[in-house]
């Protein structure tokens, strides 16, 4: 008993050190994005007074976010829909080992986790297969940026679900995709969603693609406008600060509401 005080103590310095340290540059952000030009080139790192609210209208309107946000959100969400739903259907399969080359192909996944993204072999398929500068290629392409990760989470998963469930289940009569929707997916849904959310991540964030898939300006998604904005605005932090906080928002909102599933796939609870 006496050491556990201590051991608590530490473990509470080193929780709120890792918050402070993760804290600290999002509160400077926000900070900065309410200044007025000429508070933040005389005083950088003292808190507005007043705050300076219009820096985000300003961001809004010459960065023109709105349909770069909506673009980027159609790209997020169907492009990280399709990688989860194909990562559970080859999940189950190979950890059910109902395919003859299940071991290869689980280990052909985590080679991937751990290799660059080939970006020049990608341009050369969207372009032979009419699939750059359009929205359905864009998504089509960004498909296999959250696969490798969510099938060997989701293989994880299933593997812990006892067989005697399919037994049961196909006795009964139960199709197969009828029984990978009724009761696989409800039992995986917490790695479902950090799937879904690391692929969606991924295409949020995208910098390099938007500039080699996409040549038109209405198709362009968020990342590349707030770059193309800090093209022109270099000297503007405030601005530039007020367009990262806009354009993180919707990210972190998706974070908060799925906040209950992450827990549960960090804990192990199924």
Not at 20 to 38: A, Q, R
Not at 171 to 197: C, E, K, N, Q, W
Not at 234 to 262: D, E, K, M, W
Request: charged share 10%.
């Amino acid at each position: 008993m006496k050491l556990s005080n201590p051991r608590r103590l530490r473990r509470l310095a080193t929780g709120i050190l890792i918050a402070l340290l993760f804290l600290i540059p999002i509160v400077y952000v926000v900070m900065i994005s309410l200044e007025s030009p000429g508070q933040f080139l005389a005083h950088p790192l003292v808190p507005p007074v007043p705050p300076s609210v219009g820096n985000y209208g300003s961001a809004w309107q010459q960065g023109d976010l709105g349909p770069q946000i909506v673009n980027t959100i159609i790209y997020s969400i169907f492009a990280a829909g399709i990688s989860t739903g194909l990562s559970l259907l080859i999940a189950f399969p190979v950890a059910r080992r109902l395919v003859r080359w299940h071991s290869p192909i689980f280990l052909s996944f985590v080679i991937g986790l751990c290799l660059p993204l080939p970006i020049i072999p990608l341009f050369i398929e969207s372009r032979d297969l009419g699939l750059f500068n359009n929205r359905i290629g864009y998504i089509l392409l960004h498909v296999e940026f959250g696969m490798p990760l969510g099938v060997i989470l989701l293989t994880a998963f299933i593997y812990s679900i006892p067989q005697e469930l399919d037994e049961a289940a196909w006795l009964d009569g139960a199709s197969y995709p009828r029984y990978i929707m009724r009761f696989i997916a409800p039992l995986t849904l917490p790695a479902l969603v950090i799937t879904f959310l690391y692929s969606m991540l991924n295409v949020w964030n995208d910098i390099i693609g938007p500039v080699v898939f996409l040549a038109s300006s209405n198709l362009f998604p968020v990342s590349r406008g707030v770059y193309s904005f800090y093209s022109s605005n270099q000297s503007a932090y405030q601005l530039l600060a007020a367009a990262v906080i806009i354009v993180s928002i919707p990210v972190a909102v998706l974070f908060v509401a799925s906040q209950r599933q992450l827990l549960r796939a960090t804990m192990g609870i199924r």
